[in-house]
């Protein structure tokens, strides 16, 4: 990247771009098991540790988004409940029984590992787990992290995933220096927008074959509220969070 902040953003822009070409062949192929969940009125189970639960938050119920999208997290995970803590939980491999328990993933589902190094003993821990459930698992990670990182759980989400999506962002994730300062990281902009390119191929597929898309509208727009409460009574048996 640049050391100049003017064109920190064209390098951005740039940076998407590039993750768009990179993954499109994967891409399709996530879209093609999500289709294939939505048919079997299934779930999409997504997770991450750290600053990757605000990826979780982008895919759980928010308007225009996937109803049938189950989020595996706790509290702790989240850096705004502890950041020194939440560093320590992420490395914490036995909180994946718990989580998976009360998951209850089932063969047949897609899994999102959100997660810029792929290291951590949780999100490998569950990535295992929901691999062992019969859940196909998409990992959302950096390929570069993944080289330079440290294997604290014995293997990274790369080599346990069906399909990884890689952001491409720098080891370390800051990805805008300047006389040996870092800053401008990179992986919540690049996994966001691989996320919802996922969506907007989704709805493509499923105008063309006549599938119907179970999406939020926004509560906040006339109706909202009502055609949300159909989706609320057919998911919240399956998403406890909902």
């Known amino acids: 990247m640049s050391p100049d902040a003017d064109a920190f953003g064209a390098e951005m822009r740039e940076h998407?771009?590039?993750?768009?070409?990179?993954?499109?062949?994967?891409?399709?192929t996530v879209v093609d098991r999500i289709v294939d969940v939505v048919r079997a009125d299934l779930r999409i189970h997504v997770t991450g540790t750290g600053h990757s639960t605000a990826l979780v938050l982008e895919a759980f119920y928010r308007a225009g988004g996937l109803a049938c999208v189950n989020p595996i997290t706790h509290p702790g995970l989240v850096p705004l409940n502890g950041g020194i803590a939440s560093t320590v939980m992420e490395r914490t491999a036995d909180l994946a029984d718990v989580l998976l328990a009360q998951a209850r993933p089932e063969p047949g589902e897609v899994a999102v590992i959100f997660s810029n190094s792929g290291a951590n003993p949780l999100p490998v821990a569950l990535g295992r787990g929901l691999r062992d459930a019969g859940v196909w698992l998409v990992a959302v990670s950096s390929r570069p992290h993944l080289e330079a990182a440290p294997a604290r759980a014995g293997a990274k989400l790369d080599e346990i995933a069906d399909a990884l999506l890689d952001t491409g962002v720098p080891a370390g994730d800051a990805a805008f220096e300047l006389n040996g300062t870092r800053t401008g990281p990179l992986s919540s902009l690049t996994s966001v927008f691989l996320w919802n390119l996922i969506i907007a191929h989704l709805a493509e597929r499923a105008q063309q074959e006549g599938i119907d898309l179970p999406l939020w509208t926004s509560a906040n727009v006339p109706g909202g509220d009502e055609r949300n409460a159909a989706l609320l009574a057919r998911y919240r048996p399956r998403i406890p969070l909902l």
Request: glycine letters at 8%; a positive charge.
């Open 16 to 28: 998407l771009a590039a993750a768009e070409q990179r993954n499109r062949g994967t891409l399709a």
